[in-house]
């Protein structure tokens, strides 16, 4: 028996076909809900989680950007998965036989100009992975699904039609995270630290702040802000720089960002990921 990786949602999900690439000798473990994701890593009963944060079509997970500041687990790594769309049918059959597809909402809207073309009836469902295995199930050769070939493998379908998404370009950024914290090495390879702060209630705070990573040549990658308990004047705000935080450049824009904050912690120190294949 392997370790445990948590993720959110039904074998054969694109964030199982994660934690398989990430992971590939250790054992899946699928959860409900993004906070089952996360508890599970908290209470022990998996090892980590591999969870979705942000889509190039769709942008941020925005779940997760509420859960992770407060989860008290650490981002290890990220992982890019280019999402390819496929229509999944019984074997053996062809395209000619399906009359209907079913899938998540967003994975039908994101095949809208294949299934006009074949004028397939659409079945709303609540995953992609999830509408694989009833297809697989129902055994009705005229319904198909809309899933990833690692959905196809998982539940013993065939690749009817491939890569039948109207966008080429969509990709999925997850973050793997762990009960510890592994930093690596500063030196090496390129590195990307992730944090979370509050600025203080003074006028031109954030730009304040943020005035140190371009003075001293940080790049920051990502900036993004969000409600604290709903409150509309508690914002709290999300990045991504690259370097590492014992870099003196960065070491010295965290100094003056501390000056403007008052609330300020790191969430994960990493390898940048490259874009994968997809599966």
Known sequence: MGRKIAFQGELGAFSHATAQAVFPQDDPMPCVTFEQTIAAVQDGDAEFAVVPVENSLYGRITDIHHILPESGL?????????????????P????????????????????????????????????????????????????????????????????????IEDAEHNTTRFLVMSREPVRPEPAGRRIKTTFV???????????????????????????????????????????????????????????????FSDHFRILGVYPVAEIGPAT
């Open 74 to 90: 650490h981002i290890i790594g990220e992982h890019y998965l280019p999402i390819r769309m496929n229509l999944l049918g019984l």
């Open 92 to 163: 053996g059959v062809t395209l000619a036989e399906i009359e209907a597809v079913q899938s998540l909402s967003v994975a039908l809207g994101q095949c809208r100009k294949f299934i006009a073309a074949h004028k397939l009836r659409t079945i709303n469902a609540v995953d992609t992975a999830g509408s694989a295995r009833e297809v697989a199930e129902r055994g009705d050769r005229t319904i198909a699904a809309i899933a990833s070939r690692f959905a196809a493998r998982t539940y013993g379908l065939d690749v009817v039609a491939e890569n």
């Open 197 to 259: 702060f509050r600025v203080r209630n003074v006028p031109a705070a954030l730009y304040k702040a943020m005035g140190g990573f371009a003075t001293n040549g940080v790049n920051m990658t990502k900036l993004e802000s969000y409600m604290v308990n709903g409150s509309f004047t508690a914002t709290q705000f999300y990045a991504d720089i690259e370097g590492h935080p014992d870099d003196h450049n960065v070491a010295l824009a965290l100094e003056e960002l501390g000056f």
